[in-house]
Structures are given as C-alpha cells and as structure tokens.
T-cell receptor, first 114, second 112 residues
Framework: EAGVAQSPRYKIIEKRQSVAFWCNPISGHATLYWYQQILGQGPKLLIQ????????DSQLPKDRFSAERLKGVDSTLKIQPAKLEDSAVYLC????????????FGQGTRLTVV | ELKVEQNPLFLSMQEGKNYTIYCNYSTTSDRLYWYRQDPGKSLESLFVLLSNGAVKQEGRLMASLDTKARLSTLHITAAVHDLSATYFC????????????FGKGTHLIIQP
C-alpha cells in the first residue's frame, strides 16, 4: 500500500515570498491533516479536512496560510507571504475515518525561510 | 485547551537498562497514540491506545493507558541502540475534530 506522498521534500524561499506544498493521502482515506513541526518540537495541527470539508482550522494563521482539498483527495497548503518563523517541516497525514482511526504521516516538506 | 506533557524530554541510557517515559494530558480523552521519529524522518506509529487500562507491547516497547489519571507510559525493556529516536505521545481532540495534540517529545539516546 502506498503511503502519504508529499512534495517538494525541501524548499528554500526568501521572506515575503509565497510557497505551496502538495499532499496525496493514502487511497481511500477520507480525513487529511496538515501539521507544522518546528525544530525540536512536536507537530502542531494546522488544519483537518474530512473529504473536502474543513473540520478544524482553529490553529491555522489565516492571514497568511490557506489550504484546500478539492475533490476530497489531494490537498495543497499555501503560505503567502512567508515569514522567518514559518521555517519548519510541514507534515501531511491521513486516516481512514474520523473516530478511533490511526493517522499515517508523509515524509514532510522542510521549509527554510531566509 | 488540551495540553500534553512528556517527561523526561531528554534521556541518555545504556544498552540493557530499563526505563519509562511518561505522558500526561489535561483533558478527558480515551485515545492516545505513541509515535517514533528518527532524525530527518517522518513519524512512525507505534501504538494506538483506545481505552482505559489498554496495554500494548511490541518487542522491547510496552505502552499503557490510564484514562482516569490521564497518564500513559512507554516502557523500554533491555534497551538496544536501535531504539535511539525521539518518541512522541499524542492525544486527539475528541468528537469530530480528532486532530492530534502532541507532547514535546522525548529524545532518547541509547549508548552501546
């Protein structure tokens, strides 16, 4: 079974530029999550989708971050404009359903903002 | 706000020894997860604990959950170098929003 796919693996941008990350979840997984992991910390949930609807985006900085999941499969996370403090690994995860189901993580995209 | 605290945050131990990592969380939840992360890698699921009193074991690792005390433990038996990694516990928000809240992680170094 293929895992959660993310691209790109690495990205370096200057502050105030924009950047987008892509995620393809495990086939058949209805729930998709984006997490931000700053170096030395645990991942922090940014947004959760159930199919193509948003379940929780309470921790998403909506002035600069946006995410969509068209057709309930792939998802993109965008940052515009980027700040230095956005340097982190952005992890995508998916699970089969909402309740009592295990989330599987992708390899992540390491973003460096200079 | 759900908070998850792990201790210790750093642990250096020798091969063959036993040790326990503790995870406390601040609100009622019946679901707790343990993940392993190697440097530069993503998160690997180790255990999913779904009810009070749940105990799961895989090799030298054993995890347990006490929902009344809001406490989970990850016990390492006769540690080996290959278990060196960062271990995270995480709790979900419950209801329809089950995104995970993670602890800060326990950075474990096992010396030969």
């Amino acid at each position: 079974e293929a895992g959660v796919a993310q691209s790109p693996r690495y990205k370096i941008i200057e502050k105030r530029q924009s950047v987008a990350f892509w995620c393809n979840p495990i086939s058949g997984h209805a729930t998709l999550y984006w997490y931000q992991q700053i170096l030395g910390q645990g991942p922090k949930l940014l947004i959760q989708f159930q199919n193509n609807g948003v379940v929780d985006d309470s921790q998403l900085p909506k002035d600069r971050f946006s995410a969509e999941r068209l057709k309930g499969v792939d998802s993109t996370l965008k940052i515009q404009p980027a700040k230095l403090e956005d340097s982190a690994v952005y992890l995508c995860a998916s699970s089969f359903g909402v309740m009592n189901t295990e989330a599987f993580f992708g390899q992540g995209t390491r973003l460096t903002v200079v | 706000e759900l908070k998850v605290e792990q201790n210790p945050l750093f642990l250096s131990m020798q091969e063959g020894k036993n040790y326990t990592i503790y995870c406390n969380y601040s609100t009622t939840s019946d679901r707790l997860y343990w993940y392993r992360q190697d440097p530069g890698k993503s998160l690997e699921s180790l255990f999913v604990l779904l009810s009070n009193g749940a105990v799961k074991q895989e090799g030298r690792l054993m995890a347990s959950l006490d929902t009344k005390a809001r406490l989970s433990t990850l016990h390492i038996t006769a540690a080996v170098h290959d278990l060196s990694a960062t271990y995270f516990c995480a709790v979900d928000g419950g209801g329809g929003a089950d995104g995970l809240t993670f602890g800060k992680g326990t950075h474990l170094i096992i010396q030969p």
